[in-house]
């Protein structure tokens, strides 16, 4: 089963920062927090991925609590192709093996 | 770089058959996972495979296997085919390192639609 939680759906306003919440209350000390999204039809794209430190990169921002119990994904200005479902995962490692359990995710729309 | 791909895209099958679906990773990618996405259970994770070992696997049937060949293009096989094994089959490839692993992002295939009937 998935150790994430997230709303099953959002609404943004194009050009507004989009902030997806997720709960990982049990997530362990060598887990990662990853975010992917899928957008209809497609495969899901890597978006992010944090351990402790909030991240950064040309997608997005990854604001990681410091107890490691949730996070929030920020798309900083969403556009209409944002629109998509949205996967936080906390990773499941074994034997060093990066086994991905999704969860069913939150379905972003952005409005124009 | 290109990305994943995967043959066929699309594929229709009788139930009591077989199917092989094939995935050509990301050059330099050792880690190769196969996911099920349906719209009743959503995505599920299948197997990874990793040179030419399979690493970990998911809850699915033994009628789901898998393999890795050495240049790690790997591909999947479904044996007697049921309705319920129509869905969208991705595959997803990461760099990956034995021991020591901290983290690694998975790319994804376009994925291939198959269609029992």
């Known amino acids: 089963d998935a150790k994430t939680t997230q709303p099953p759906s959002m609404d943004c306003a194009e050009g507004r920062a989009a902030n997806l919440p997720c709960n990982h209350s049990?997530?362990?000390?060598?887990?990662?927090v990853y975010w992917y999204r899928q957008i209809h039809s497609q495969g899901p794209q890597y978006i992010i991925h944090g351990l402790k430190n909030n991240e950064t990169n040309e997608m997005a921002s990854l604001i990681i609590t410091e107890d490691r119990k949730s996070s929030t994904l920020i798309l900083p200005h969403a556009t209409l192709r944002d629109t998509a479902v949205y996967y936080c995962?906390?990773?499941?490692?074994?034997?060093?093996?990066?086994?991905?359990?999704f969860g069913k995710g939150t379905k972003l729309t952005v409005n124009p | 770089k290109a990305g994943v791909t995967q043959t066929p895209r699309y594929l229709i099958k009788t139930r009591g058959q077989q199917v092989t679906l094939s995935c050509s990773p990301i050059s330099g990618h050792r880690s190769v996972s196969w996911y099920q996405q349906t719209p009743g259970q959503g995505l599920q994770f299948l197997f990874e495979?990793?040179?030419?070992?399979?690493?970990n696997k998911g809850n699915f049937p033994g009628r789901f296997s898998g393999r890795q060949f050495s240049n790690s293009r790997s591909e999947m096989n479904v044996s007697t085919l049921e309705l319920g094994d129509s869905a969208l089959y991705l595959c997803?490839?990461?760099?990956?390192?034995?021991?020591?692993?901290?983290?690694?992002?998975?790319?994804f295939g376009p994925g291939t639609r198959l269609t029992v009937t």
């Open positions: 049990t997530i362990s000390g060598n887990e990662y």
């Open positions: 995962i906390v990773s499941d490692t074994q034997g060093g093996s990066e086994k991905l359990v």
């Open positions: 495979y990793f040179s030419e070992t399979q690493r």
């Open positions: 997803a490839s990461s760099y990956s390192v034995w021991a020591g692993v901290s983290s690694y992002e998975q790319y």
